[in-house]
């Protein structure tokens, strides 16, 4: 089972673009989802098998997936998406999370 | 509207067995679902403790198995986590979940409830 390795920390302006970076350490990658986690509250989907956005998550946020390396791009950054986001790999029927990494919204 | 709620205790001494449950409203546990844990260590990221099917089938993450139990109880609409032999670093934020058949993602998740080890 393949570990994830996130950067600890981005910021970016409001407005502006931010991407995210997950990269296995051996192997593919497998099937990768994201999660947003503001302080205090659950986990909530918002990218899963690589590309695909659960029904309600606002089209900024898109998933992409090279080689060994997923990667969640936020479009238009607003204040709201201030968060913790981790990474998550599913393959054959074991999980394993990114470190995680978080989101500052100068 | 599916909803998870984690029910147990909040303090557990060193060496005992941690029992949490959750109770899902809004959907069946029987089905081709996966119920699962996950558990988040204060300040720190989140880390996959396993997940069970209705039908009891059960993952759980490598590093726990040799201390981890889960069940489903059908006639109650909940499942269990029992984690023995725990020690401080068990102390976290454990969260159940709810993984559809075929999926790699956790659509749906408990608030959470904190489990400290101490004596």
């Known amino acids: 089972q393949s570990a994830l390795t996130q950067p600890p920390s981005v910021s970016e302006s409001p407005g502006q673009s931010v991407t995210i970076s997950c990269t296995g350490t051996?192997?593919?990658?497998?099937?990768v989802s994201w999660y947003k986690q503001p302080p205090g509250t659950a986990p909530k989907v918002m990218i899963y098998e690589v590309t695909n956005r659960p029904s309600g998550v606002p089209d900024r946020f898109s998933g992409s997936k090279s080689g060994n390396t997923a990667s969640l791009t936020i479009s238009g950054l607003q204040a709201e998406d201030a968060a913790d986001y981790y990474c998550s790999s599913y393959t054959d029927s074991y999980v394993v999370f990114g470190g995680g990494t978080k989101l500052t919204v100068l | 509207q599916v909803q998870l709620q984690e029910s147990g205790p909040g303090l557990v001494k060193p060496s005992d067995t941690l029992s949490l449950t959750c109770a899902v409203s809004g959907d069946s546990i029987s089905g081709d679902n996966w119920w699962g844990w996950i558990r988040q260590s204060p300040g720190k990221g989140l880390e996959w403790i396993g997940y069970?099917?209705?039908?009891?089938?059960?993952h759980y993450n490598p590093s726990l198995e040799s201390r981890v139990t889960m069940s489903v109880d059908t006639s109650k609409n909940q499942f269990s986590l029992k984690l023995s032999s725990v020690t401080a670093v068990d102390t976290a934020v454990y969260f159940c979940?709810?993984?559809?058949?075929?999926?790699?993602?956790?659509?749906?998740w408990g608030q959470g409830i904190l489990v400290t080890v101490s004596s």
């Open positions: 051996s192997g593919d990658i497998g099937r």
């Open positions: 069970i099917s209705s039908r009891g089938i059960t």
């Open positions: 979940t709810k993984k559809r058949g075929g999926v790699g993602h956790f659509d749906y």
